[in-house]
């Protein structure tokens, strides 16, 4: 048995979670300041939800298929990643995620609940991503502050114009216009205020979510947890002509309404049982007058209605981000790029990371061209 300090005697080897709980303690008083085994002790809880979900709670059930497995799901991850940008995590981080749970199972196998780490096998290692997926800064889009202020430049005229032209449904225009300041001010996330078919709680943001005198938005974040977005003036003036043209009948009212005839038309055949009415209500000139006179919600627009939102203006304006249109992501991107460069913290803040480590992780780039400078600094100083 090893000399460190480890599991107390017990009868019976410990489910996964009780070894965590003794792992993490071990580690925190190794390590000193905790942050090893703080970090370990969240990828370590989220892998073992992963395990019991395929029903595995104690090492017996663990081997290379397992491990392969999981190291397959980071590959996916990093696939979110790489193919919207919005979600997943990058290849480094999967690399990272896994050396953990290859710590955690090395650490099992020195106090005898595992004879050999399945973690470390090749076959299962192998199935891991390239480690510099989903961080290609070609896959990463960044609006400049340029891009981000031509865009809602844009957009502004557009609505403007709808308006007095007609040339476009005036509130569909205005809607845009709301949408693209919206995420271009306050590096929001799109699944944060669009609808996600595929998750009932990602309905979309509505007007009881948005706080115009106090400057700040509530959504329900990555962490799945409510969370508050700044709201600076910029967008908040945008938001405030949009709901001023909607005049929504409730707070319920989704404040970026879906104008997808089929799902509007499927709320009033829900809620009217006679055909004749459904048949006269349910045509693209009633439709929205239908919806507020029965109190239905319409449904949000969901964030791939947003994307082509986006991309559709990107082309009417052929204004681009490096020869890409502009896409959701890019601008929360661009921005926490742009307040890093004044305060790591205020990035933070905005951009809603838990720890200031992770903004850091995000910017790499910035920190490097600041150490390269303060070094070249202290070089002339030798001089």
Sequence with gaps: MPAQSGPEEQTAAPTLREALATFVESKGTAEGDGRYATESERVLTSWIAWCEERGVETFDGLDARTLGAYARHLKRRVGARESDGASGISG???????????????????????????????????????????????????????????????????????????WMDGATAVRDRALVATVAYTAVRGA???????????????????????????????????????????ARRYLERHRRRQDPPSDDWPVFESGHLPSKYALVREAVGDEDRIEELCTPARIDDALRTLD????????????????????????REDGDVLKLHGARRGLGHELYQRSAELAQVTLR?????????????IEAKRTGETVGEILDEER
């Design 296 to 319: 239905l919600a319409p449904p949000s627009l969901t964030v791939e209605g947003g994307r082509r939102v986006l991309a559709r203006l990107s082309e009417e304006s052929g204004i």
């Design 353 to 365: 990371h838990k720890s200031i480590e992770t903004t850091h992780e995000r910017y790499t780039d």
């Design 92 to 166: 480094r981080s999967a690399h990272q995620y896994y050396a953990r749970v290859r710590a955690f199972l090395s650490w099992a196998v020195a106090w005898e609940y595992l004879a050999e780490n399945p973690a470390a096998k090749a076959v299962a290692q192998n199935e891991l991503p390239e480690e510099s997926a989903g961080s290609s800064e070609s896959r990463q889009q960044f609006w400049r502050s340029e891009t981000r202020e031509a865009i809602v430049r844009w957009a502004d005229w557009r609505a403007e114009d709808a308006l007095d032209s007609g």
């Design 192 to 234: 944060e205020i669009l609808r996600e078919p595929r998750d009932s709680r990602r309905a979309g943001l509505r007007w009881s979510d948005v706080h115009l005198d106090d400057g700040y938005l509530e959504v329900l974040g990555k962490s799945r947890e409510r969370e508050d977005v700044p709201l600076p003036p910029q």
